[in-house]
């Protein structure tokens, strides 16, 4: 009967995620082959950084960013994707662009577990610069209603049996319009490469 509780809402989000998967295909290989398409706004948020500093959705503008909603327990593709970003990461700081173009948010959902030491010490592990990487933690139930209502990431569980959640990397512009959204479980096409060139062809659009 645990583990059935612990893994209900896996097998829930999977048929969600069953249920995205032609749209993000289509919206991954869509890029290069025209301008895309604004599918959302991003609503305005007030989160605490790593350094006990409060970020809003303001303090981002005028760059283009890649948003990923995580916690630090996480078992498997937290720290996966993480790394993806932090490999992503290297390719924009040699092109001089991180920090400076593009931007990166990653959100914790349990602020019960991911104080700011927790956070930062997951941080690190990845190499991550904090001159263009936000970690941030806020209220579970703004935090949940952010990535619901803004890039349309479900968070279900808790702490004590385990989240289950969308694992996608939204691609924000500079204008805090949600312009995709990537599988991230897709490692054959959703690469550190491909990030990179798609955040930065997006930093530069007009």
Request: net charge negative.
């Amino acid at each position: 009967m645990q583990i059935i509780r612990r893994y209900k809402w896996t097998w829930l989000l999977l048929l969600l995620a069953l249920a995205m998967a032609g749209y993000l295909a289509a919206n991954s290989l869509s890029f290069g082959k025209e301008k895309l398409p604004v599918i959302g706004q991003v609503q305005d948020f007030s989160l605490q950084n790593v350094d006990g500093k409060t970020v809003t959705l303001a303090d981002t503008e005028g760059k283009a960013r890649l948003v990923y909603f995580f916690f630090t327990q996480c078992p498997d593709v937290c720290p996966i994707t993480t790394f993806t970003l932090s490999q992503t990461q290297e390719l924009l700081m040699k092109t001089g662009q991180f920090g400076t173009e593009v931007e990166f948010i990653s959100i914790s959902f349990d602020p019960e577990q991911d104080t700011l030491e927790a956070i930062k010490t997951f941080a690190d592990r990845f190499h991550a610069n904090y001159e263009g990487w936000y970690f941030l933690r806020g209220d579970q139930e703004e935090i949940r209603k952010l990535a619901a209502d803004s890039f349309k990431v479900l968070i279900a569980g808790n702490n004590k049996d385990n989240f289950a959640h969308a694992n996608l990397i939204g691609l924000v512009d500079r204008k805090n319009n949600l312009r995709a959204l990537y599988d991230a479980g897709d490692t054959k096409n959703i690469t550190p490469e491909f990030l990179a060139d798609t955040v930065t062809e997006l930093a530069q659009e007009k």
